[in-house]
């Protein structure tokens, strides 16, 4: 199989040329595809919906997306095992879709990505997030360590997990909580979480594990000239990408790309 992978462009979507290039830096056959030229999707191993503000969020961020023939596509690669990761508008538009948590049928979410609390408003914070699952209960994170910690740029208005107490649950006893915010040093507390998210959400992944949405932006921590620590850490390394930078998660993605 093919290890090309598709960036999906959506009206609206803004973050896909960086999302090429950190896919093409980690060694991935990586190109746009954009909604027009949908019919092509299906020759490609595995997918990345990347940040933006597709549709203009109208409605609730990524809820006509969910609906774009665009995700008629990717719904069934889903199905077939090919791999997904979702990238802030992507993430959301993978949850709206019913990809993640993946606990009912497609298209009937039973949670949401909404509204920032208590602020109500949009952030833009460094954050680290911290890998919760065994990293083989996920295709996308089964070559990162256990607990690896990820820094990355938390950029969105809606990034709240909200759902019922049984939802909930539901994510909690499926290990579909893939990431939560985390401090730098790998402790998890309410005060490392930017936006109110349940469970401390950043991160979810489906039942086959073949499918991630998270929040926060890894690629924009990934290169030496974007990553805050690279004067203190990173430089001599040689590397364009900063090792200990977002890249890592991406990395991990490749990893996963190439073994299918």
């Not at 969910?66 to 596509?73: G, K, L, N, R, S």
């Not at 997030?129 to 990162?144: S, Y």
């Not at 938390?154 to 539901?170: F, I, K, S, Y």
């Amino acid at each position: 199989m093919s290890a090309r992978v598709a960036v999906l462009v959506f009206p609206g979507t803004n973050s896909e040329s960086e999302t090429v290039r950190i896919c093409r830096d980690v060694g991935l056959d990586a190109e746009s595809v954009h909604w027009s030229n949908a019919g092509r999707l299906p020759s490609y191993a595995a997918y990345v919906l990347p940040g933006g503000f597709a549709y203009e969020d109208r409605i609730r961020a990524g809820a006509i997306s969910a609906h774009d023939p665009m995700m008629d596509y990717v719904i069934e690669a889903a199905g077939e095992g090919k791999l997904v990761l979702g990238i802030c508008n992507g993430a959301q538009i993978l949850l709206e879709a019913g990809l993640v948590p993946g606990t009912a049928a497609v298209r009937k979410p039973t949670a949401a990505f909404t509204r920032n609390a208590p602020s109500g408003k949009f952030v833009c914070k460094h954050v680290h997030i911290k890998l919760a699952i065994d990293p083989a209960r996920c295709a996308i994170t089964a070559a990162l360590p256990n607990g690896a910690v990820i820094p990355a740029w938390a950029a969105h208005g809606e990034g709240r997990l909200a759902a019922n107490a049984e939802h909930l649950d539901e994510i909690t006893l499926g290990s579909h909580l893939a990431f939560v915010y985390a401090h730098a040093d790998g402790t998890v507390d309410d005060r490392a979480v930017p936006n109110g998210s349940a469970l401390g959400c950043a991160g979810l992944t489906n039942k086959k594990g073949n499918v991630l949405a998270i929040m926060p932006h890894p690629e924009r921590d990934a290169w030496n000239f974007n990553h805050p620590d690279v004067w203190r850490n990173d430089r001599a390394s040689g590397d364009i990408l900063a090792p200990s930078g977002g890249a890592t998660l991406l990395r991990a993605f490749a990893h996963a790309v190439r073994a299918l």
